[in-house]
Every structure is written in C-alpha cells, then in structure tokens.
C-alpha cells in the first residue's frame, strides 16, 4: 500500500510540474513543422540526472534525445532545440520538420503516443490522442 501511495504521489507530482504545448503547421504540399514547448519544474528535471534510471520526464529533455527519437526516419529532422533553465523551470522548445505529415506519423514516439494519418476515400484524417482513460479502457 506505501508503494502505491509513494507511485500515486510521485505522479500528481510530476503532471502539476510539467506544461506542454504543441503546434502543428501544415503546407499544402503536406510538408510542415511540429514545434513542441514545455516547461519542467527543475525539481522533477534535476531528480532524474540525480537517479541512476535516468530521467524522471517522460519527454525528451535534451538536443540527443530528440536526435534519437527521430533517427532513422526518412524526411524527419530536427529543425531547432532551445534550452533555457531558470531557479525553478526548464523550458525546451524544439521544432520539428518534415516532408510529409506520413512521414511525422512514422516516428516512434509519436506512433506511441497515438498520432496518426488515415487516408480513405481520397482523403487523409491526422489523429492525434490528447488524453486517455485513466484505466486504459478508451
């Protein structure tokens, strides 16, 4: 029960100490940018480098940690990284170029976290999951 209280902590913890906000622009001829912002309470940033398990964030948090997640996938690459650290947050704004939105659907972390093309009847759906039930029933 101490475990699942300490997990249950650890959690309300770190989702109150992490702001994120994401902007996708598309051209017409599909290609475009992601550019992902956050602000990470340097409490919660700082817990991790000090942990032999790495990073306590979920998210990227440093240039060769975008470079890896986007390794390997044709027409992703990362266009820019900023990171700005403070006495209380870390911000990282990294902007994220591609040739198709296809392309952006192909990469791991995305795929993951539910971003996804669908084309049917001449027409392609991006979807993307915001938020899931919390018992990952849908």
């Known amino acids: 029960m101490r475990r699942l209280l300490l997990a249950g902590l650890c959690v309300v ?3 109150s100490c992490v702001s994120v906000e994401s902007r996708l622009a598309i051209g ?3 290609s475009g940018t992601l550019t992902l912002d956050y602000r990470v ?3 919660v940033a700082d817990f991790g480098r000090s942990t032999a398990t790495g990073s306590a964030v979920p998210l990227p948090m ?3 940690d975008f470079r ?3 390794d390997g996938v044709e027409g992703v690459r990362l266009a820019r990284y900023s990171r700005r650290v ?3 947050t870390v911000r990282i704004r990294a902007t994220v170029a591609f040739r198709a939105v296809e392309d952006l659907a192909r990469v791991p972390a995305l795929r993951a976290a539910g971003f996804a093309v669908v084309a049917s009847g001449g027409t392609r759906t991006l979807t993307e999951v ?3 039930s919390p018992d990952g029933a849908g």
Do not use: K, P, T
């Open 41 to 43: 309470s340097r409490r």
């Open 86 to 88: 403070d006495d209380e």
């Open 13 to 15: 913890a770190l989702c």
């Open 62 to 64: 440093e240039r060769e």
């Open 130 to 132: 915001v938020a899931g």
């Open 68 to 70: 890896r997640a986007l």
């Open 28 to 30: 017409r001829d599909g």
